[in-house]
């Protein structure tokens, strides 16, 4: 093979390299460029915040300035765990005395509240606002102090007769499941105006000898069916722990 023959192939051979390394570098130039697009826009997606949330129910200072025999205060927290689940639970106190037609009597003790919620409400970017549908399992320790009774409430023929007791029932305790509806906004940063409604049905409960449990810490009033219901207001804030994309 003659010299000048050498010499042309191998022109054309590295050529061929040449081009060949050229087209792979743009490749891999378009490559990156395409990544730290998509780093970029991603970085640029609105974050929904997850954390603790904190309140006060305000619905029962409310009453209590309407009826002075009642007594207590609920808080309520919850902490969100998806796009669109969040563990609840409330704790609270409760003291109520009551005058039926022929029974006085009053009811106080602690109780709390577990379980979660479900979000129905579709949010705009960057928005958490909830309308909600929820359960809680629900349990008291209380006692019942029975202040008087007429024993012939039922009797027409029988003169009225007021036996006053004021004996206390105390170790009662209930248990009891609810089905919750209701819906949060947040109508400044980080702070929330919520509103729920609660359909109850006791599980059980100890009662005291001579009377049945008319009222429970957390249950309210507890009808003969054994069911009950309940609603609130409440004010809370939200600390927001960390952000991530949905």
């Known amino acids: ?93 409760y003291n109520r005395y009551e005058e039926e037609d022929y029974i006085k009597f009053t009811t106080k003790g602690s109780y709390i ?42 009797g027409t023929y029988f003169p009225e007769e007021t036996v006053i007791i004021e004996e206390e029932y105390s170790g009662l305790t209930a248990h009891w499941g609810e089905f919750v509806i209701g819906l949060k906004v947040e109508v400044f940063n980080n702070f929330y105006m919520g509103m729920t409604f609660n359909l109850k049905k006791m599980v059980s409960q100890t009662q005291p000898d001579n009377f049945l449990n008319m009222y429970v810490p957390g249950f309210e009033r507890v009808y003969l069916n054994e069911t009950g219901f309940s609603f609130n207001y409440t004010l809370s804030y939200a600390i927001p722990i960390f952000r991530k994309n949905n």
């Not at 590295?14 to 390394?21: N, R, T």
């Not at 029962?60 to 009642?70: E, F, W, Y």
């Not at 479900?118 to 019942?144: D, V």
């Open 1 to 93: 093979m003659k010299l000048s023959t050498l010499k042309f192939y191998t022109s054309i051979l590295l050529f061929a390299v040449s081009i060949s390394a050229i087209a792979q570098e743009e490749k891999t130039t378009e490559t990156t460029n395409e990544v730290v697009e998509e780093v970029a826009i991603d970085s640029l997606k609105p974050k929904d915040k997850y954390g603790l949330r904190l309140g006060l129910d305000l619905s029962l200072p409310i009453r209590s300035l309407i009826n002075t025999d009642l007594k207590g205060f609920e808080a309520t927290a919850d902490f969100r765990i998806s796009k669109k689940i969040y563990v609840a639970a409330e704790l609270g106190y």
């Open 113 to 154: 509240k577990v379980g979660a919620n479900y979000n129905l409400y579709k949010n705009w970017l960057g928005m958490t606002n909830e309308i909600f549908i929820g359960i809680r399992y629900g349990f008291s320790p209380f006692s019942s102090t029975l202040h008087e009774y007429n024993p012939n409430f039922y």
